[in-house]
């Protein structure tokens, strides 16, 4: 496989390189054949050095399950480490993923992905390599998974679909960017105008790009207060029309959260 200094490069490591199979499918699957990325998985299980092939051991200090084997992981990682590489840990203890740091991913030219089983990689291994690398421990939500093989799928497609070329239509990419205003999308409608007795809101048909515009900014707050109300304090209100922050100075106040004035928050 050809190889570009700018192409973006992705190792996942993991004993379930089966799990990575949808990597080869759909819009990352497209983007490998196309040369705009690399995604190599590997068998953890390639570097172990005994018969059973062994990566785990018990927990010092006691407590149910299996801990992986740090020789191992550090055998593997020094092999698949460059260099400028960004080694990528899930774990539910790791920083949330969200839009933001998959931009940030996007723009790395090398990423890791250790995937853990059991309760997870012994610790010195990320303390190791922070020695000389970025080492980053992501969760993709406050859930438990049995391994990190699935947020690895997940972290690949967001970052992955943000690798410039990679997308079909950029046009969906800058609607997403303006969305960093931080608010969820509008409902979105197509044909037929009428279905099962449910009609498609009369300002979409209208023709008027003006009404709809703001008819799509409304409902993306309303709906913002009401699915995420957590999401209104983070919205950066110099991102919004005049009307935008009138609403959501208005939804703010509804949901009982102390908010500026729109005036004050217009900076
Ligand atoms: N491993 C187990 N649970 C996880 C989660 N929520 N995110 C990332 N990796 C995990």
Not at 29 to 55: C, P, Q, S
Request: glycine residues 6%; hydrophobic residues 35%.
């Amino acid at each position: 496989m050809t190889h570009h200094d700018d192409q973006l490069v992705i190792d996942v490591i993991s004993i379930f390189p089966e799990y990575l199979q949808p990597l080869d499918l759909s819009l990352v699957g497209k983007a490998r054949e196309k040369d705009l990325v690399r995604v190599d998985v590997h068998n953890l299980r390639d570097w172990t050095t005994d018969r059973h092939r062994t990566v785990d051991d018990t927990p010092y200090g006691g407590g149910a399950g299996m801990v992986m084997k740090p020789d191992v992981w550090g055998r593997a990682l020094d092999d698949v480490m460059q260099p400028g590489s960004h080694l990528l840990i899930p774990s539910p203890a790791g920083r949330v993923l969200d839009q933001r740091m998959a931009e940030q991913l996007a723009q790395d030219e090398h990423l890791v992905i250790a995937c853990g089983r059991y309760e997870g990689i012994d610790s010195r291994v990320a303390e190791h390599y922070r020695q000389a690398h970025r080492v980053t421990e992501f969760s993709i939500g406050d859930y438990v998974l049995n391994g990190g093989e699935s947020a690895a799928l997940v972290l690949i497609e967001a970052v992955v679909r943000l690798v410039p070329q990679v997308l079909g239509n950029p046009e969906s990419i800058i609607e997403e960017s303006h969305n960093i205003s931080g608010t969820l999308e509008a409902p979105m409608y197509t044909k037929p105008p009428t279905w099962r007795d449910l009609e498609v809101p009369e300002v979409l048909t209208s023709g008027n790009h003006g009404l709809i515009d703001d008819w799509r900014r409304e409902q993306a707050l309303i709906r913002t207060a009401r699915v995420r109300p957590d999401l209104l304090q983070k919205i950066e209100p110099e991102r919004l029309t005049k009307k935008q922050r009138e609403l959501l100075f208005r939804l703010k106040t509804e949901a009982g959260q102390d908010a500026d004035s729109p005036e004050a928050s217009r900076n």
